[in-house]
């Protein structure tokens, strides 16, 4: 090839989630004088102002065919009767709407994939980039019809058959040359095309996750003490999350404290996203006040930034129970020098040192999850100690900067 490789980067994840976070520092730290890219998104949102800011907003394509997630509503019912026959009714037309909307993105998504060779042919697209599961399909499907070689970058464990099944197949198809997956524990799902496969980890910039560099800001909101000690956490509020654990680990602290004096403050950042049909925000506030916990928690809702969260801060907590590939939300918080406690399962089993940059238990226990948590509460040195040491193991294993690089070696190598 006699000029720069272009790359189309195709992209679902607008919010500030962990795919479009990854993907904004491959943007940010690609060398543009050896890759031109060019990406694909639903709209402009959170991910694509971060490009705005850091200037880097160029070769930018927004296509509404493109769901942020299969589940996007299309048809909204406002209908709702608190009456029991006609709440019933409204119940089975609520759950119609979404299968249309589910058959009419669907829909969206064939439309996309049959006129990509317009886009292919007038950006001269040499090869197609996958960040997300409908990146995945789409990008192999795009692909195929338009004979571009295509690199998948593969940031979930698909939790049904169905789903797994898809993904193996299309892993299979001769347009996909390259499999790079964010953990051992994701690339384990492919049992099709595993000569493709390649781990390289989540990147975070350590210098924007800087403790020094950032003012807190959830002390001052909520008014809490400096001597409280704030247990938090960040991520989507979605139930394979296992934030029910986390609140009953919260118990297990709580009744189990030795110096009952003191402060401590247990905190979740985020939200349900609009596409799930059941607020599990809803469900964890109730949960909260089931167990008489309201003194001592804070739900803060989504936040475009959780710098100033994690910086106020003493130990994060990730309660996912499900294999996690490689939580960002695990980097960002040791990049902040806090302590883990999560379970040892999937990508957090191998991003946290356990014993060294945090502590791991058996998923699904809420009550080992509880001893860990006050352990840290109760012991200052080993906190600030796993903190540390959490810290240096991003810098030496988890830098953007390095991260991009490896990941750009893998697009020059399919580029040809």
């Given at each position: 090839m006699d000029r720069t490789p272009r790359v189309l980067f195709i992209n679902h994840s607008i919010r500030d989630g962990g795919p479009g976070k990854s993907l904004f520092y491959i943007l940010k730290f690609l060398d543009r004088k050896k890759v031109t890219p060019y990406v694909l998104i639903p709209k402009d949102?959170?991910?694509?102002?971060?490009?705005?800011?850091?200037?880097?907003?160029?070769?930018?394509?927004?296509?509404?065919?493109?769901?942020e997630n299969l589940k996007r509503p299309r048809i909204v019912s406002e209908n709702k009767s608190n009456d029991l026959a006609d709440g019933t009714v409204h119940k089975y037309y609520e759950k119609l709407l979404h299968i249309v909307s589910v058959i009419l993105n669907i829909l969206d998504l064939f439309s996309l994939i049959i006129t990509s060779p317009l886009l292919i042919r007038r950006e001269k697209i040499d090869v197609i980039y996958c960040n997300g599961t409908q990146a995945k399909v789409v990008g192999a499907l795009m692909g195929t019809l338009n004979r571009r070689p295509v690199i998948w970058h593969v940031r979930n464990i698909q939790q049904t058959r169905l789903l797994g099944g898809i993904i193996n197949r299309c892993a299979a198809l001769s347009a996909v040359k390259k499999i790079i997956c964010v953990s051992r524990a994701t690339a384990a799902?492919?049992?099709?095309?595993?000569?493709?496969?390649?781990?390289?980890?989540?990147?975070?910039?350590?210098?924007?996750?800087?403790?020094?560099?950032?003012?807190?800001?959830?002390r001052a909101e909520y008014g809490l003490p400096a001597?409280?000690?704030?247990?938090?956490?960040?991520?989507?509020?979605?139930?394979?999350?296992?934030?029910?654990?986390f609140i009953r680990s919260a118990s297990e602290v709580l009744t189990n404290m030795k110096r009952k004096e003191k402060n401590v403050k247990f905190v979740i950042v985020g939200d349900t996203p609009y596409f799930f049909r059941d607020n599990h925000l809803i469900h964890l506030k109730n949960l909260?006040?089931?167990?008489?916990?309201?003194?001592?928690?804070?739900?803060?809702?989504?936040?475009?930034?959780?710098?100033?969260?994690?910086?106020?801060?003493?130990?994060?907590?990730?309660?996912?129970?499900?294999?996690?590939?490689?939580?960002?939300?695990v980097i960002e918080a040791m990049s902040f020098a806090l302590p883990v406690v999560g379970f040892r399962i999937g990508g957090i089993a191998e991003s946290v040192e356990d014993g060294a940059t945090g502590m791991l238990n058996e998923p699904g226990s809420a009550e080992e999850m509880?001893?860990?948590?006050?352990?840290?509460?109760?012991?200052?040195?080993?906190?600030?100690?796993?903190?540390?040491?959490?810290?240096e193991r991003v810098k030496k294993k988890y830098s953007a900067d390095k991260i991009a690089e490896e990941i750009q070696e893998q697009i020059l190598e399919v580029a040809g």
């Open positions: 949102d959170v991910f694509s102002e971060r490009l705005k800011s850091e200037g880097i907003y160029e070769n930018v394509i927004t296509d509404k065919r493109f769901p799902q492919f049992r099709r095309g595993r000569e493709k496969l390649v781990v390289i980890y989540n990147g975070i910039d350590v210098s924007e996750y800087d403790p020094a560099q950032t003012k807190g800001g959830i001597d409280t000690i704030i247990v938090g956490s960040t991520g989507r509020i979605v139930p394979r999350k296992g934030y029910d654990l909260v006040a089931e167990l008489g916990l309201d003194d001592y928690f804070i739900f803060t809702g989504f936040r475009k930034d959780v710098r100033t969260c994690l910086k106020d801060f003493d130990i994060f907590v990730i309660p996912s129970s499900y294999p996690d590939p490689f939580p960002r939300s509880g001893k860990a948590v006050l352990k840290l509460i109760e012991d200052g040195e080993l906190r600030d100690r796993m903190g540390k040491a959490g810290r």
